[in-house]
């Protein structure tokens, strides 16, 4: 078994204190509980433990008294399209993988499914899904002096992203040395400007952006943001492969 999975299961007969020293110890929210034969008995979670002594329960109680019985399992000879559809059908977050002995095998979480599958990664039920870097999708909002944007997705070919221009706001006139970029106007309308070229667009417009083309748009409208989903390719996708030209915001 991977080192990094014993932290994750405890047998069927612990206390509630040891496994909460080891929910401390793992930082995931929750265990696997196995009997003596590695079989899974259940999911604790720090959720449950957390109910349980708010109801009045001794914390050197046994841990069985508290674990949530009703998992998701699936079978390490199943796919991936079998992950999705089982947590489709549910709101739980944690699914065990066992042999069809019912043998701990694995565990992935719905975040992690979620991570693979935006990657675009072979997953085989036996990867180290508990080593993974679950921040390479982690993606948080970035505020720009022209509104905010979200990163969506990012891989290694391709990015796509939310950006909300506020009413008046503009991006800078700029260029990308490695990228190309596909946008799509999803709300409002804007002034466009590639290279030589000026035109409006509005809801439902389409525009093509060519690697190393002079580019901006301006949020036009006084009371509406503008909105625009934008899909990047090329051979590097980073932030910095930004050349400005003109910035109302005295951007370098």
């Given at each position: 078994m991977k080192d990094n999975l014993n932290n994750l299961i405890i047998k069927e007969?612990?206390?509630?204190?040891?496994?909460?020293?080891?929910?401390?110890?793992?930082?995931?929210?929750f265990l696997i509980v196995t009997d003596e034969l590695q079989k899974v008995v259940a999911v604790v979670t720090d959720e449950d433990i957390r109910r349980h002594l708010i109801?009045?329960?001794?914390?050197?109680?046994?841990?069985?008294?508290?674990?949530?019985?009703?998992?998701?399992?699936?079978?390490?000879?199943d796919d991936t399209s079998k992950m999705i559809?089982?947590?489709?059908g549910s709101s739980k977050k944690?699914?065990?993988?066992?042999?069809?002995?019912?043998?701990f095998v694995n565990v992935i979480t719905r975040d992690q499914l979620q991570r693979l599958l935006l990657q675009d990664c072979l997953i085989d039920?036996?990867?180290?899904?508990?080593?993974?870097?679950?921040?390479i999708t982690e993606y948080e909002i970035h505020q720009r002096p022209w509104g905010f944007y979200k990163t969506t997705i990012y891989n290694s070919?391709?990015?796509?992203?939310?950006?909300?221009?506020?009413?008046?706001?503009?991006l800078s006139l700029q260029l990308h040395k490695h990228r190309e970029e596909y946008w799509v106007i999803v709300h409002g309308c804007g002034k466009?400007?590639?290279d030589e070229s000026e035109r409006n667009v509005i809801?439902?417009?389409?525009v093509f952006i060519p690697k190393g083309a002079r580019h901006r748009i301006i949020n036009i409208n006084k009371i509406e943001t503008l909105v625009i989903s934008e899909v990047q390719i090329g051979d590097y996708l980073s932030e910095d492969d930004i050349v400005r030209i003109e910035d109302i915001y005295g951007r370098k």
């Open positions: 007969n612990v206390t509630i204190l040891y496994a909460l020293n080891l929910l401390e110890k793992n930082d995931k929210g109801k009045g329960y001794s914390i050197e109680g046994n841990i069985s008294n508290v674990c949530t019985e009703t998992y998701m399992r699936i079978y390490d000879d559809d089982v947590f489709k944690v699914l065990v993988i066992t042999d069809h002995h019912n043998t039920m036996h990867d180290d899904f508990m080593s993974m870097d679950e921040s070919y391709f990015l796509s992203k939310i950006l909300f221009i506020k009413p008046g706001g503009q466009l400007h590639i809801c439902g417009d389409t």
